[in-house]
């Protein structure tokens, strides 16, 4: 399967469920991920819910394969502490030209790490995790699975961890916007460029004929006037040899007397007559 983790954010996901979390039950996970057992999962608020398709084991009693409801909970971080970062992040306008173009910035954690919060879990207390497998152990295989896909996900849009610590993407985007910094930069984005809206198609569409109603079509393609009954036959175009003549008569490498353009043509010469016998 594709690399998990390519981005930063991504990777230092992963690095934060690995210190707290089995690293054989983490491989389990990936393998689960990998054969595509997560059958469906979504966001609410700062929960991801999941169903995943189990293994059948007869020695189990399991004679089917059982499908496990997954259930995984992030701290969400208090009111105070995002009124804070998000002041922080407000007076930077590298964060916020980011941010408000829907990008990550590479520092994000240090306005987080200031104010001695993390923005990434970084133990089991900040997330919660429950599966209906037999299981005992927690996080399981299951889980595990989940959890990679998050990072996966992650990859693709970084600002799901801002809402799986309790600011939706939204919310994130009014409150950059609020701040005296925030409201120049996304003046001086709409002026420049305008609102983004999505392109109806992505091909083109047929645009209609101007052909006028009253053409009759057999007149149309046959036309008001003949075509001729004969072309001439275009004159042999001469040998541009961009490349040949572009070394002159006599080129370092051509030892010879005569002229290497002249010998060039006559090849080219000889050439095209003998396609033009085959044809």
Known sequence: MSKIGKTWWGQRFIEAMETFTDPKRLMRGRQYLSTHRILGWRVEQNKVLARVRGRMSPYLGFYEE????????????????????IRLIGSRAGFLAR????????EIEKPFENLEIDLLPRSRKDIKTRCSCP????????????????????????FL???????????LARRLQSTPLGAALATAL?????????????FSRPV????????????????AKKLPSGV??????????????????FPP??????????VMEAFYEQVRKKAKDWM
């Open 66 to 85: 059982p499908i496990y409801e997954i259930h995984i909970e992030f701290l969400s971080l208090p009111a105070s502490a995002w009124d804070n970062a």
């Open 99 to 106: 941010l408000l173009l829907n990008e990550m910035p590479d």
């Open 135 to 158: 299981d005992p152990e927690n996080p399981c295989k299951h889980i595990a699975a989940l959890y990679y896909l998050l990072a996966s996900r992650l990859d693709h849009d970084p």
């Open 161 to 171: 961890l801002f809402e799986l610590r309790g600011l939706p993407r939204a919310e």
């Open 190 to 202: 709409t002026e420049n460029g305008g609102e983004l809206y999505p392109a109806e198609s992505y």
């Open 208 to 223: 209609p004929s101007t052909v006028p109603d009253t053409v009759v079509p057999r007149d149309y393609w046959r036309g």
């Open 232 to 249: 001439e036959p275009p004159e042999p175009a001469p040998v541009s040899g961009i490349l040949v003549k572009k070394g002159g008569d």
């Open 253 to 262: 490498f051509w030892p010879k007397d005569v002229s290497f353009v002249d």
